[in-house]
């Protein structure tokens, strides 16, 4: 199938929100269509000001999926599982759903490094065996897994994109920092992983694009680093006293059982397949440029949310 008649189509976005509204952008300056799943009158307005067409509907509802636009197009899955199991309820609503839709051309799933469970700082690619040890990331390969299972039942293409910690304008660590949380002592802390929210928007098209049935990318800039360097690196950029640290014992004893859960998991992600084989060249290739990209935007209002710490 030519890249050519690949780019020719519209896109559903199902997730829209920081990301799928950067994919949006990058769709849209190709000339295409592109509507989005909104949950909310909210939701919808946004989406508009966007130039995104808003179609109300619920993942967590099945009945409302029956309208969806999917005929033909490329979706972009980009909703997280909700809370609690080892079982993504979304994911099979919307399969559920596209039995009695139309099929699309295409269908992309942003999913975790996380399926990959705790390598020891090991290097990471995509012929790494699964072994996901919390329900978060267990939810996320169900997910992988029943949206396979129902694209080669269907004989629509299925991309999946294992992508790790997201960073950029509007997804820092600030309220953490400001208010003194405190971080493993550097000899303490795992490696990590991050991708800058641009090129991870970038990677979504090119893969949507590109990308044959069936295959996984793993998503990262390449360059791991630590927790604690990253939230250092950050505190020094808006001028901030750096966190306090913490042992590993004492960590345990004051931070909560998510951000415990992350610390505990530690693998260095191999990128070289995402940047062979979809063509992308990142736009910040380390965590210095990213910053350096950020801090020209720091008047943003927006700025301030903590964003995903999945490594």
Not at 81 to 92: C, E, H, I, L
Not at 122 to 130: A, G, H, N, S
Not at 135 to 162: C, F, H, M, Y
Request: aromatic fraction near 4%; hydrophobic fraction near 40%.
């Amino acid at each position: 199938m030519s890249e050519k008649w690949q780019m020719s189509k519209d896109a559903l976005i199902v997730g829209c929100g920081d990301i799928g509204v950067r994919v949006a952008r990058l769709v849209r300056a190709d000339g295409r269509r592109v509507a989005a799943v909104a949950r909310s009158p909210k939701s919808a307005q946004r989406m508009k000001g966007e130039g995104i067409e808003p179609v109300a509907a619920d993942l967590d509802r099945p009945e409302s999926l029956v309208g969806l636009p999917t005929a033909g197009r490329q979706i972009f899955y980009l909703a997280p599982p909700p809370g609690g199991g080892p079982v993504d309820t979304r994911m099979r609503n919307f399969c559920q759903a596209l039995e009695q839709l139309q099929a699309p051309a295409k269908i992309l799933y942003m999913s975790t490094s996380g399926v990959y469970g705790d390598c020891g700082g090991r290097q990471v690619d995509e012929t790494t065996p699964v072994n996901p040890q919390t329900s978060r990331a267990k939810r996320r390969l169900d997910a992988e897994t029943r949206l396979q299972e129902w694209g080669q039942a269907n004989g629509v293409p299925i991309v999946i994109l294992r992508v790790t910690g997201i960073y950029g304008p509007g997804r820092l660590p600030i309220a953490r920092i400001r208010q003194g949380h405190p971080v493993l002592a550097e000899e303490d802390s795992p490696p990590t992983n991050r991708i800058h929210a641009d090129d991870l928007a970038v990677v979504c098209v090119a893969a949507a694009q590109r990308a044959g049935d069936g295959e996984i990318y793993n998503v990262s800039d390449g360059q791991p680093g630590t927790m604690t360097g990253y939230f250092d690196a950050v505190a020094d950029l808006l001028d901030l006293d750096r966190p306090p640290r913490v042992s590993l014992a004492e960590a345990r004893q004051v931070m909560n059982p998510m951000m415990m859960s992350y610390l505990s998991e530690s693998r260095r992600m191999n990128n070289h397949k995402m940047l062979r084989e979809l063509a992308v060249e990142l736009q910040y290739p380390d965590l210095e440029a990213g910053l350096k990209n950020i801090a020209a935007q720091l008047d943003d209002p927006h700025m301030g949310y903590l964003g995903s710490l999945a490594h």
